[in-house]
Structures are given as structure tokens and as C-alpha cells.
């Protein structure tokens, strides 16, 4: 599992069926949500950018998580993979960090009258956008490869105390951003008929971004194992 | 685990606790500074001097909101259920401002202890459902 050849023709055999799977999901999912789901009592249909919102910010901080696991990986055996990782999945999780910080000021002007606010949710969400934006800058300042990865993998670790700092920040502190809505652990503070399209939007983007990563890991595992035979025999078929 | 990948366990490990401690630690001397308002009771216990700008939250209490026919002006009080402060505004208030909802608001104490706002925020609550069930459960109540 852990070699790049091998994952590599995982993937490939996995993808064709999977990347139409998860794009499904998020449409089902994001369709219901926009055009189905009942309006809210007090917000109207302004409370329908939380399909988008949520499922990125849930993504945008599980991307960091996994990113933290894969780089003491990274540090502690040398996993090649898990360096490529790392550097596939950043610019997903800062993509979706960013959508996430977007949504939510576009949802901030109409509800609460104002685009942006220094509370704690925000700003330390704002930090593990500059985390990513800090991560990938590192990998295109440093050419060797797995130097980079290593950089990589001690900022990730350093970092992710961010994660459940952003999670507990509307716990611990007085905020602006209400208290999350939609958790695991508890009974979800809306009603099914908008419960159910949310799931679905979370199970979607989850997914999406599976789809992607595993692009972005095959270009990754093609380019830095180009000198290898395996790589130049699967060109060689290919053309 | 061969010895070498336990060290470098150990120092991830420790990397890890490290900044996790050293964090937390800011953020316990820190905690005060990081919340976003002040509560009624802890405005009028601080005795803050008049014209210092500052940001108050709580909920609009019920059949306070007294508008001025002619203008923009409005005065309510907010309560944290422990005292009650009163606020003047002038201006357009957000949507979801009402009645038994949260606010937030910046503004100055003035010498007569009325909190002058210059900015209202409406704080939204966790709760989602459609205009039906919450039709219903007021009805309950």
C-alpha cells in the first residue's frame, strides 16, 4: 500500500468509477439542499449557503488533521507517499479553507451586518488558511524533494493544535459564529428535511476531495519517479 | 520499531506536545482578550470610563425597542438575565435583529451610562428549521 507503484495502479483502476460517484453525490446533495429543502423560519433562504459553507469548513479542517498524520508518518519512516501526500492535499485543503472563509462572509452580511469580524472562529480559521498558503509556499521554495516534504511535515505538525482550536473557539469563547450545528457526536440542531441534504453535501465533498487527491497523487508519483523503470514501462504501454 | 524511528517518534511526539502546551498556555493568558463582547454585568461591574470604546452582547429584552417616528433613532435594553444595559443606535439594523435575540454591539458608555452603538451586529443561534415547525413550537410554548 504503501509504494508508489503500487497505489498508483490502485488508483488508476479505482478512479473511472469513482470521480463520477463523488460527483454525483455532491449534485444529489447540493441540489436538494438549494432547490428543495425547506427555507428557514427566521434567515429565509440566505441559510441555504450552509450546504456550501459547512461541508468545506468540516473539509478544510479534516484535510489538516490528515495532512499532521501523514507528516509524523513522513518524519518518523520516510514514507515517500506520505510526502506526496502532503503536497497533493495542500492546495485542496487551502482551496476549501478559502471557500469556507468566503461562504461564511457572504452569509455574515445578511444575518449578522458585516462581511468579517475578529472573533475567535474566524480568525483562527483565517490561521490555518495562512498554514496552508505557508505550507505550500515552502514546497516551491525548496527544490529537493524530500527536504520539502520534511519542511512540510514539521509545519503540519506544528500547526494542527489549530484544529481543535477552531472546533472548541465558539465553546471556549464569546463569539460571533454560533455554536456549530451539525456534529457527530450530538442530535444535529435542525430538522431532517435539512439535516439529510447537509449529510449529504458533507459525504459529497468528502469524496470529491478523495477523487481529487488521488489525481493530484498520480501526476505527483509520475513526475518524481520518472527515471524508474516502472514508470517508464507504463509510459511506453500508454503511448 | 527499529531505535532510530522511536527517537524520531519521540521527537514528533514531543514537537507536537510542545507547541500543543505552549499554545494553550497563550491562550489561558489570553482568554479575556479573545472574547468578542463584553456582557452587560461585566460593563457596569468595570466601571469603564466614559468614551472608551467597546463592544457589548445580550439579548434584546422583550417590548423594550422604542423607535423615533421621524428618524432612525432607536433605543432597547439588552439583559444577560443579570442586569440590563441601555443602548441608543442610529441607523439601519440587520435583519435578524429582534426582539429575545442576541445582539452585538460597538459603541461608547456615555456619562449618563447609556451605551451609544455605532454598529449592530445580530448574533444567530444554532438552531435551524422551517417557518412550519417553528409556528408549532410557539405554539407549544
Known amino acids: 500500500m504503501g509504494s508508489p507503484p503500487f497505489f498508483f495502479k490502485w488508483a488508476s483502476r479505482l478512479l473511472p468509477w469513482f470521480s463520477p460517484i463523488s460527483f454525483s453525490i455532491l449534485i444529489i446533495g447540493l441540489i436538494w439542499g438549494v432547490g428543495f429543502a425547506p427555507s428557514d423560519y427566521k434567515q429565509g433562504d440566505v441559510y441555504r449557503i450552509i450546504f456550501v459553507h459547512v461541508p468545506s469548513a468540516i473539509l478544510g479542517q479534516s484535510i489538516y488533521l490528515m495532512m499532521a498524520i501523514f507528516g509524523s508518518i513522513c518524519l518518523i519512516w520516510r514514507a515517500k507517499l506520505a510526502g506526496m501526500f502532503l503536497r497533493s492535499a495542500a492546495p485542496l485543503g487551502a482551496s476549501f479553507t478559502l471557500i469556507a472563509l468566503i461562504s461564511g462572509a457572504v452569509w455574515g452580511k445578511p444575518t449578522w451586518g458585516t462581511w468579517w469580524v475578529w472573533d475567535a472562529r474566524l480568525t483562527s480559521t483565517l490561521i490555518l488558511f495562512f498554514l496552508y498558503v505557508g505550507i505550500i509556499g515552502l514546497y516551491s521554495s525548496i527544490d529537493n524533494k524530500q527536504k520539502g516534504d520534511r519542511a512540510a511535515s514539521l509545519i503540519s505538525v506544528v500547526g494542527v493544535i489549530i484544529v481543535p482550536i477552531i472546533k472548541k473557539s465558539v465553546d471556549w469563547w464569546q463569539t460571533l459564529h454560533q455554536p456549530s450545528t451539525f456534529s457527530i457526536t450530538s442530535s444535529p440542531s435542525m430538522t431532517s428535511d435539512m439535516y439529510f441534504p447537509l449529510l449529504i453535501c458533507v459525504i459529497g465533498f468528502y469524496f470529491i476531495f478523495v477523487s481529487l487527491l488521488c489525481n493530484r497523487l498520480r501526476v505527483e508519483i509520475l513526475t518524481r519517479e520518472r527515471n524508474t523503470t516502472w514508470v517508464k514501462e507504463y509510459l511506453n504501454n500508454k503511448v | ?141
Open chain 2, 1 to 141: 520499531m527499529n531505535p532510530l524511528r522511536k527517537q524520531r517518534l519521540y521527537v514528533v511526539l514531543s514537537i507536537f506536545l510542545g507547541t500543543a502546551i505552549a499554545v494553550l498556555l497563550v491562550f489561558q493568558g489570553l482568554s479575556k482578550s479573545i472574547n468578542l463582547f463584553y456582557s452587560p454585568s461585566e460593563i457596569l461591574k468595570a466601571q469603564i470610563e466614559a468614551g472608551t470604546e467597546i463592544r457589548v452582547g445580550g439579548m434584546v429584552k422583550k417590548g423594550s425597542v422604542y423607535r423615533e417616528t421621524n428618524s432612525l433613532k432607536l433605543s432597547f435594553e439588552i439583559t444577560d438575565f443579570e442586569e440590563d444595559l441601555v443602548i441608543e443606535y442610529e441607523g439601519i439594523l440587520p435583519d435578524l435583529f429582534s426582539e429575545e435575540a442576541g445582539v452585538v454591539l460597538k459603541g461608547t458608555i456615555n456619562s449618563k451610562g447609556v451605551f451609544v452603538a455605532h454598529e449592530v451586529l445580530a448574533k444567530h443561534d444554532e438552531n435551524y428549521m422551517p417557518p412550519e415547525v417553528a409556528k408549532t413550537l410557539k405554539q407549544k410554548k
